[in-house]
C-alpha cells in the first residue's frame, strides 16, 4: 500500500524559477506561497537577464472573466449566412501562438497573477492552456512559458480551492522566504541599508505574515519582502539620503509592516545613530573608528551600510578601501567576511578586464584571500 506525504518542499522564489527556466516551457508550473513575498516581481526579474530577455505578459486571474482566457465566440458566415461560430482570442494568446507576427515570436511568460483568486469557471477556463498550450484553436509555440502564482487558501488572501482537474495539469512548487537570498537583492537593489542590517540581526522578521494569521490579528500591516521594500522607498522619500529617525521613521514603518516589527525596527535604526559612515571609512580606512563588540546594532549597521556604499557603481573603485577597513585585527571575522563577499563579487564580476586584472594583484586583495578564503570557498566551514 502507498502512502502520500503531507509534507511540501519549500524552496526560495529565485531557486524556484531557476528550477523552471532549466526543466524548459514544456509544461505549465504553478508557484505557491504566502503575500508578498516576490512570486511576481521575480518571476519577472529571472527572465528579463540581459541577453535573455523574454516578452511577459501578465494575467490577473482574480479580474478575469472565463472569456477573456478562453475567448470570445463570434459568428462565422457561409455566403453571407451565419453557419458556425468562431472564437476570438485574448490579444497575448495570438502573441504567444506560432501564427503570432514576427515581432512577438521571440521567447515569452504568460504569468496568471493570483490564479486561485479567479472564480471557478475562471480557472476552469484555464484547463486547456494549461494542459495543452492552446487558446481556442490557437497552439501556442514551443518557447512559451506558462507560469502561474498563488496564495494558499489557509492565507485567508481571497484564494479559492484549485480544481484537482487544473492542479493535475501542472507542476507545483512551494515557496518560502530565504532571509540569505533576500539581503543579497536587496543590497543589489538599493534596499535602505539599515533594512538589511536589521534583518541580518532579525533574520525572523523578515516576513512575519504566518505570525499575524495564526493570532487571527485585526492589524492589516504586517512585515514580509514587499513591505520592507516599501518602507525603504519612504525612507528614501522622506529623505532622499535615507537619514530619518525619530517620529516620522517610526510612523512610516508603523504603517508598512506593523506595530510590532516597526516599533522593533525604528528603535534599532535610532540607535544606529553612531554608526561609521561609508564615506568616512572609505576616506581613512586605516583609522575610521570601528564600533565596540558590545554595539551589535551599530556593528551590523556601519558593515551594512558600507556593503550598500561600495555596490553603486560609482563607487565600486572603493572596494579595496573597504578591504582595508575590515583586515583590521579588531574586527570580527563574521562582520568582515560580509565585505569581503562583496569586494569579491564587485572585483571579479562588475569591474572591466583592467580593473580585474588591478584586482588581482592588489595587496588587500591578497590579504582578503589568506584570512577569508576558507570561508569564501566554503561558507559552512
Not at 116 to 129: D, L, N, R
Request: aromatic share 10%; net charge negative.
Amino acid at each position: 500500500m502507498s502512502s502520500v506525504g503531507t509534507e511540501v518542499c519549500e524552496q526560495g522564489v529565485t531557486e524556484i524559477l531557476n528550477i523552471i527556466r532549466r526543466l524548459g516551457p514544456k509544461f505549465a508550473s504553478m508557484i505557491w506561497g504566502s503575500p508578498g513575498i516576490g512570486k511576481t516581481d521575480a518571476t519577472k526579474e529571472a527572465f528579463s537577464k540581459p541577453g535573455d530577455e523574454h516578452e511577459i505578459v501578465l494575467v490577473l486571474a482574480g479580474c478575469s472573466e472565463p472569456t477573456d482566457i478562453s475567448g470570445v465566440p463570434f459568428e462565422y458566415k457561409y455566403k453571407d449566412e451565419p453557419v458556425a461560430t468562431q472564437i476570438l482570442v485574448p490579444i497575448w494568446a495570438w502573441h504567444a501562438s506560432v501564427d503570432a507576427p514576427p515581432e512577438h515570436q521571440g521567447p515569452m511568460v504568460i504569468f496568471f497573477d493570483d490564479i486561485v483568486t479567479g472564480h471557478e469557471q475562471t480557472q476552469a477556463a484555464c484547463f486547456k492552456v494549461f494542459g495543452e498550450k492552446k487558446v481556442g484553436n490557437l497552439q501556442l509555440r514551443d518557447n512559451v512559458f506558462i507560469i502561474a502564482a498563488g496564495n494558499r487558501v489557509e492565507d485567508k488572501s481571497a484564494a479559492f480551492e484549485m480544481p484537482m482537474a487544473l492542479a493535475n495539469r501542472m507542476k507545483h512548487y512551494y515557496a518560502k522566504c530565504d532571509v540569505s537570498s533576500w539581503i543579497e537583492w536587496g543590497i543589489e537593489h538599493n534596499i535602505h541599508p539599515l533594512i538589511t542590517a536589521y534583518i541580518r540581526s532579525q533574520g525572523n522578521h523578515l516576513n512575519t505574515f504566518e505570525e499575524v494569521v495564526k493570532v487571527s490579528s485585526a492589524e492589516k500591516a504586517f512585515a514580509t519582502p514587499r513591505t520592507w521594500q516599501m518602507l525603504s522607498e519612504s525612507m528614501f522619500t522622506l529623505d532622499p539620503t535615507g537619514n530619518i529617525g525619530g517620529d516620522w521613521l517610526y510612523k512610516a514603518a508603523v504603517g508598512c509592516i506593523g506595530s510590532g516589527v516597526g516599533i522593533a525596527f525604528s528603535t534599532f535604526a535610532n540607535s544606529t545613530a553612531t554608526l561609521v559612515r561609508p564615506d568616512e571609512i572609505c576616506k581613512n580606512p586605516n583609522k575610521a573608528r570601528i564600533p565596540d563588540k558590545t554595539e551589535v546594532d551599530v556593528l551590523y549597521a556601519t558593515i551594512t551600510s558600507l556593503e550598500y556604499h561600495i555596490n553603486q557603481p560609482e563607487n565600486y573603485h572603493l572596494w579595496a578601501k573597504a578591504l582595508q577597513y575590515v583586515l583590521r585585527p579588531e574586527l570580527e571575522t563574521e562582520f568582515g567576511l560580509l565585505i569581503a563577499k562583496m569586494a569579491t563579487q564587485i572585483a571579479l564580476s562588475k569591474l572591466d578586464e583592467k580593473g580585474r586584472i588591478a584586482a588581482a594583484q592588489n595587496t588587500y586583495f591578497k590579504k582578503m584571500y589568506r584570512k577569508y578564503g576558507t570561508y569564501l570557498a566554503n561558507p559552512d566551514a
